[in-house]
């Protein structure tokens, strides 16, 4: 080749390769696993790509397998974490989670004003927008003055194959079982669980269909959540909803819980949704929501009409002792009450 076309065709190659554009930067993402209905999550995730310009890659429970699928993943992936944010719906798992390590410390500024008994004391997670276990009525089937006002009220035989709960070793159900281990004891736990099961309960698979069926009238009466019982109010279905035991042991409240996730791949990403999900415009949304979600914030307004947390009798509960009993909840509802 001659010298002088030699040297125009570097010159060419060289200007092809200064007029290429540089390879775009990679879009940023945050991976969240949520234990929050999909229905719920859904607007506030989108909310959060529109606004911050970030993706948000979500993976969800499944309703009948509510907390436990996302949390035995966790456990599974800890030694290559794939999520920097999980996003639970109820409190207990979250105690059992930082107890195992897998959960990282990290002072959110946007809990500051969200009440100490809700903050995790190492600040491995936050508790905000709650939800209370109720009993849920069929108006056509039940009188106003029979409604059971109590959990042990189920387990009368006016009620004898009329009750329903969702399956009690996942999501909320488990998480009563476990509090009720912890706030009545072992022996008088068992006892309201072998009572229940002698009264012929019928389990389902998750509190939708508790709420569903006592609503088509299939059951007279059943336990479910408060998200799930003011749906079918909303819906203008036949249903009483009764925050049991007022005159007792309490309700029990169960708020959501966030963390970042043990060696989160995107951890700053990460700490920026807690961030902002943690902020009472959030908590507002979720109580302004069909979930009716209770504020955590005395401060976040509840909307006319729904129940706010002032409002109830809360059971006590020490849910860190409520998540070191599940191996023993576990142990009897399988040995015994599902048998």
């Keep these: ?53 970030v993706k948000v890659k979500a993976a969800f429970d499944q309703e009948t397998a509510k907390s436990t699928v996302l949390s035995t993943r966790l456990r599974e992936e800890a030694d290559r974490p794939q999520a920097d944010v999980w996003w639970n719906n109820e409190p207990v798992l979250a105690r059992l989670l930082a107890q195992e390590g897998l959960l990282e410390a990290y002072e959110s500024p946007s809990a500051r004003d969200i009440p100490s008994e809700f903050v995790d004391a190492d ?48 999501g909320t159900t488990l998480t009563h079982t476990a509090s009720l281990f912890e706030a009545l004891g072992e022996e008088k736990a068992k006892e309201w669980l072998r009572a229940l099961k002698a009264n012929d309960v019928r389990i389902l698979p998750g509190n939708g269909a508790v709420r569903d069926q006592v609503a088509a009238g299939e059951l007279d009466v059943g336990l ?57 415009e959030v908590e507002a949304r979720l109580a302004a929501s069909r979930s009716s979600q209770m504020p955590v914030r005395p401060s976040v307004k509840v909307p006319e009409g729904f129940v706010g947390l002032s409002s109830i009798k809360a059971m006590p509960v020490d849910f860190d002792k409520a998540a070191a ?11 015994e009450f599902l048998r």
């Design 224 to 280: 479910t959540d408060t998200d799930d019982a003011n749906g079918a109010v909303v819906d203008g279905k036949p249903v009483r909803v009764v925050y049991p035991d007022a005159d007792g042991l309490g309700t029990l409240v169960m708020p959501n819980t966030i963390a970042l996730v043990k060696g989160a791949p995107r951890a700053a990403e990460g700490r920026a949704f807690i961030d902002w999900v943690l902020r009472p």
């Design 325 to 335: 009993r599940l191996p023993d909840v576990f142990q009897f509802l399988e040995a």
């Design 123 to 170: 600040h491995r997670f936050v508790s905000f927008a709650a939800r209370a276990r109720v009993i849920v009525a069929n108006t056509q089937l039940v009188a106003e003055e029979e409604t059971p006002r109590s959990i042990w009220d189920l387990t009368k035989p006016r009620w004898k194959g009329k009750v329903g709960i969702a399956k009690p070793i996942f």
């Design 1 to 53: 080749m001659r010298p002088r076309l030699a040297v125009l065709l570097a010159c060419l190659v060289l200007l092809s390769a200064c007029s290429k554009e540089p390879p775009a930067p990679r879009p940023r993402e945050v991976v969240v696993y949520v234990a929050l209905d999909e229905e719920f999550a859904r607007p506030l995730l989108e909310e959060y790509e529109r606004e911050k310009g």
